[in-house]
């Protein structure tokens, strides 16, 4: 009757430790929960799935391997496991794609820098290259002469005082237009050459005449044109392109003719 009762007790407590092995880790029902609520996310997520494909199935086969596991009695501890596993795939899978996105984020947002730079550069060579035209049409425009010593542009007695050197104000627009197309065309040069009528002396003639291209000169280099551009010739009252007997003729001859080269800077030879 001892032996009986010693061998019950001893197989029941055989048996409740079996059953105490068997018993479910508590969290791993949750655990298998999360992870499939998470690996659901992301295998929902084009971009991940783009991205992080390797993760996105690994994921997936530790999560089914949960919950294969989680049919069996004294699974818990492994249940998990791999349910942990997977919700590490998952959360892998989201950083590494929120990272690639960064990258071309940021891949995108310089390339738009680029084609934005490039834009305003093409922008401003085409305003440089439609200023540059619209300017030279301006020169032309201003009593220029196509001659054999290459563009001429006159400027008229009535932008200095009579017997004076000074340019007046209403010379300045002209002088403007001058000077900005010299900074649009840096390679042409220009010869200024001074002239007067006859009235007066010889010499103080070619004193005047270079005196009066001398001022246009230093207005030109007071405005940003180099010095080594520009050549000053006064001519007194030679070279006349109208009579001196009237007063017509010699406001005519009182003048201040500017000479281009060619866009290559080959000047005309002087007079």
């Not at 929902?44 to 391997?65: C, W």
């Not at 003639?205 to 080594?228: C, P, T």
Request: aromatic share 4%; net charge negative.
């Amino acid at each position: 009757m001892n032996l009986v009762s010693g061998g019950l007790s001893g197989a029941l407590v055989v048996a409740c430790i079996g059953l105490a092995g068997c018993a479910s880790h508590p969290d791993s029902e949750q655990a298998l929960q999360q992870a499939s609520s998470e690996f659901q996310a992301v295998k929902e997520d084009s971009n991940v799935l783009r991205i992080a494909p390797k993760d996105v199935i690994r994921a997936g086969e530790s999560l089914a391997r949960a919950d294969r596991l989680s049919s069996f009695w004294g699974s818990g501890n492994d249940v998990a496991h791999y349910a942990y596993l997977s919700q590490r795939y998952s959360d892998i899978a989201r950083e590494h794609t929120q990272q690639v996105l960064n990258q071309e984020r940021a891949a995108k947002l310089e390339l738009e820098r680029q084609r934005l730079q490039l834009a305003l550069r093409e922008a401003k060579l085409l305003s440089v290259q439609q200023q540059g035209q619209w300017l030279e049409e301006q020169i032309i425009s201003l009593a220029t002469t196509q001659t054999d010593r290459g563009l001429v542009m006159t400027l008229g007695d009535v932008l200095f005082d009579t017997g004076a050197a000074e340019l007046k104000n209403s010379a300045n627009r002209t002088v403007l237009k001058l000077v900005q197309f010299l900074q649009l065309n840096p390679k042409r040069v220009v010869r200024i050459e001074g002239y007067t009528d006859s009235t007066g002396g010889k010499d103080d003639n070619i004193k005047l005449s270079l005196a009066r291209a001398q001022a246009v000169a230093d207005m030109l280099v007071d405005l940003g044109i180099d010095e080594k551009r520009i050549q000053v010739e006064g001519y007194g009252d030679e070279y006349p392109v109208d009579v001196n007997a009237t007063e017509r003729g010699r406001a005519q001859n009182r003048r201040v003719e500017i000479v281009f080269s060619d866009d290559k800077g080959q000047l005309g030879a002087a007079r």
